[in-house]
């Protein structure tokens, strides 16, 4: 099972370019300094992507640059911070709930007699200490442990490259590289093509 469970850094990133004029929140520095509006976060966990049943993929059409107009609007007399923060609390909790509603019920039928789960980061939030505070004290009440793909082996600006060696690795050999439960294909499929000079 693999799906976009909402923004990631999108929103938080653009936030920070157009109040801070940084191109993001260092080490999550500035939702540190700034309160969570959790009225903005549950109305904005009301928009149907969040809903919406994997397969499923986001991108700037659902939150970009309108997206982060709505949630400034929404956060209207509120610190620059608090609107950074509650940007940065709307990814933990859309990830906390995509587990609630999607992954446990799918994980359960797949290893019931599991006794423990892990959640894996990777990419730039694994850099924002704030977005992993959130993200590891919401997970503490479900039983899951967070940490980040380093912890694993795997630096946690490496995901992406490790994941088209995977690609690459299996096209040499032949082998399907998709995985049609999560990307609606109608079957798995040797991915790419290999030219030789």
């Known amino acids: 099972m693999a ?3 909402g923004p990631a850094n999108m929103v938080s990133d653009a936030l920070m370019q157009r109040l801070f004029g940084k191109k993001f929140d260092r080490g999550g520095a500035t939702a540190a300094r700034g309160q969570v509006l959790d009225e903005v976060v549950e109305r904005l966990l009301g928009d149907a992507y969040f809903s919406a049943p994997p397969p499923k993929s986001c991108g700037r059409e659902e939150f970009g640059s309108a997206f982060v107009d709505r949630l400034t609007k ?23 709930a995509a587990h609630c509603r999607f992954c ?13 789960t892990e959640l894996f980061v990777a990419g730039g939030g694994a850099k924002n200490q704030t977005l992993m505070r959130m993200l590891r004290e919401g997970f503490a009440e479900l039983g899951v ?4 793909t380093e912890s694993a082996g795997l630096a946690v600006e490496a995901k992406e490259a490790a994941a088209f060696a995977l690609l690459g690795w299996l096209t040499w050999n032949g082998l399907p590289g998709n995985v049609p439960s999560a990307t609606g294909a109608k079957r ?10």
């Open 3 to 5: 799906f976009d469970t």
């Open 188 to 197: 798995a499929a040797v991915l790419g093509k290999v030219t030789y000079a």
């Open 74 to 96: 929404m956060c209207k007399g509120a610190a620059k911070e608090d609107v950074v923060a509650t940007a940065t609390a709307l990814t933990s909790a859309s990830i906390i």
């Open 104 to 116: 446990w019920p799918h994980l359960g039928q797949r290893a019931p007699l599991a006794k423990a």
């Open 145 to 148: 442990k967070v940490a980040t």
